[in-house]
């Protein structure tokens, strides 16, 4: 699913980074001009959080040097499913594709404390 990216997400991914490495960076100098804020109340709070957001954001936007190669990972598909429909070979790269393709194959979120039992 990695070979469709939205680009609504990655400029919005793109911002968010931008905005929260300025707030850091702001952050980070003020503090180094100034040691006693960072023995104020809620600071490192306000560093992890926006670290957080940094990071997160970063997360959203895809590499621009990786070339995607559909017909190779929808072989990989075929090689563990063993069949896959005349449609997913031929127009791997298509919107109509990845539909189907996320319809029979859902993403599962599954917590820490359930893969450990």
């Known amino acids: 699913m ?12 793109q911002c ?8 850091l960076i702001i952050l980070f100098s003020l503090t180094l001009v100034n040691e006693n804020l960072i023995t104020s109340d809620n600071i490192i709070a306000v560093y992890t959080f926006l670290f957080v957001m940094f ?10 040097n990786v070339a995607f ?5 929808m072989e990989k598909v075929d ?7 005349p449609v997913w070979r031929t127009e791997p790269h298509t919107e109509k594709v990845r539909q189907l393709f996320s319809s029979l194959f859902q993403y599962k979120v599954v917590s820490i404390s359930m893969t450990s039992f």
């Open 2 to 13: 990695d070979g469709f990216s939205s680009r609504i997400v990655a400029i919005l991914g």
């Open 69 to 73: 190669d559909s017909k190779k990972s």
């Open 55 to 64: 990071t997160s954001c970063r997360i959203l936007v895809p590499d621009e």
């Open 16 to 23: 968010g980074s931008f905005f929260a490495g300025a707030l």
């Open 79 to 85: 090689r563990y499913v063993h069949y896959i429909p």
